[in-house]
């Protein structure tokens, strides 16, 4: 009994897994953006916390994109750092000639209220926010602007993220299945109407259309979406604006990363349950399912995995040694598998909701941090 009623459980956690993957692969497409014609000027958003062994070659990485450097500006704010952080970001935008403005926290403040205070700082219509410690392709930026300008009704638009092309670890090649999977579902989301399922690392939205990122709860990511879906426009994932992270390389610090991230995640998601009134696809549709899958899914396939070890365990001992072992066996060597991806998920989403009412808005990064030179 325990084992069928442990197979119902992880079929039913299932559920909007299995309507995305009938949406990617039979839904609608969203259409390729036509190419810019004329660039708009940008206001081009760092923070930045203890970065000196990447901003400089962050600065390079951003001056080496397709974007005229004459269309954009930088404000770079510094969250207090305690190294070399903002010292080397001045110089190295200086070297690179970048039209920039530095801006100093007088306290930990954190991702999302560091970019409010670039926000009203920022002096062009369009806003693109980026990580420190993340780098895109040369192209990422025109791709991600293209998308925005396309549709008046698109207020905001992410880009594609994904480990670092050359990362080969264990927690490197889960989060590429696992990222894989997810652009797709974005990707579908946004074909029909949108998604808040933002990668913080690259987003740009319009600034009379987001005004602000709401800073008490969740993402910035999520909550740069949330408030354009608010305002009755869509916020847009971009497949081709590509852009590349640094996966931690052991499992504690992925952990650490990945438990903060489904944490904000969730916690956006329950701020703006009133948004389900609104007469739209998103709310009718992909917002009930990302609540299903972020706040269902994880308890259902954790109580379900374990009354089906339970009843095979009492049913024959040797077969539930035999699965377990085998199963251990594909985590190890097949971290790429989807389904390790998502069994693996399950527990950094069941975490995030334990970790609920806590404050995670000023964080230590978890990539690597070792200066070069």
């Known amino acids: ?32 953006p036509p190419a810019l014609t004329e660039y708009p000027p ?5 923070s930045a916390y203890n970065e000196e062994a990447v901003i400089e070659e962050r600065v ?49 403040l954190g991702t999302t209220r560091s970019y409010n205070k670039a926000i009203s700082a920022a002096r062009y219509p369009i806003v693109v926010t980026t990580d420190a410690d993340v780098f895109f392709e ?65 987003v740009a939205f319009k600034r009379d259309l987001v005004t602000r990122i709401d800073d008490r709860h969740g993402a910035d990511d999520a909550n740069t979406a949330f408030e354009a879906i608010r305002r009755g426009y869509r916020a847009v994932y971009e497949p081709a604006a590509l852009v590349y992270e640094d996966v931690p390389r052991d499992f504690q610090r992925q952990y650490r990363q990945k438990i903060r991230r489904a944490t904000q995640l969730i916690e956006a998601t ?65 971290s790429s598998n989807t389904a390790v991806s998502f069994a693996t998920n399950q527990v950094y989403l069941a975490r995030g909701l334990l970790n609920l009412g806590k404050d995670m808005r000023v964080w230590e990064s978890t990539s690597k941090k070792t200066r070069k030179g």
């Not at 992880?10 to 990617?24: C, K, N, Q, S």
């Not at 940008?42 to 760092?46: D, E, M, N, Q, T």
């Not at 269309?71 to 920039?100: N, Q, W």
């Not at 998103?282 to 917002?287: G, K, L, N, Q």
Request: glycine share 6%; charged share 20%; aromatic share 12%.
């Open 42 to 46: 940008i206001s081009i958003v760092i």
């Open 270 to 334: 329950i701020a703006n349950l009133d948004l389900l009134k609104v007469p739209r696809p998103f709310s009718r549709i992909f917002y009930p399912l990302r609540m299903y899958m972020y706040l269902i899914t994880p308890t259902l396939f954790l109580a379900g995995s374990t009354l089906f070890a339970a009843g095979l365990a009492l049913t024959s001992p040797l077969l539930a040694l035999g699965v377990f072992g085998l199963a251990a066996l594909t985590g190890y060597l097949w």
């Open 138 to 202: 040369r192209d990422a930026l025109e791709h991600l602007i293209a998308r925005l300008v396309s549709d008046e009704r698109i207020a905001a638009v992410c880009g594609d993220l994904h480990p670092l092309p050359d990362e080969g670890s264990h927690p490197a090649q889960m989060e590429s299945a696992y990222r894989n999977y997810y652009g797709r579902m974005c990707s579908w989301e946004s074909a029909v109407d949108s998604t808040y399922a933002f990668n913080g690392a690259l």
């Open 60 to 108: 390079k990485n951003i001056l080496a994109s397709t974007y005229p450097p004459d269309r954009y500006e930088v404000i770079f704010v510094d969250d207090c750092s305690s190294d070399d952080t903002r010292a080397l970001a001045e110089e190295a935008f200086g070297k690179a000639g970048i039209d920039h403005r530095v801006i100093v926290n007088a306290e930990r």
């Open 1 to 32: 009994m325990l084992l069928w009623i442990g197979l119902g459980l992880i079929a039913a956690a299932a559920v909007p897994y299995v309507v995305f993957f009938v949406g990617i692969n039979i839904g609608k497409r969203p259409d390729e």
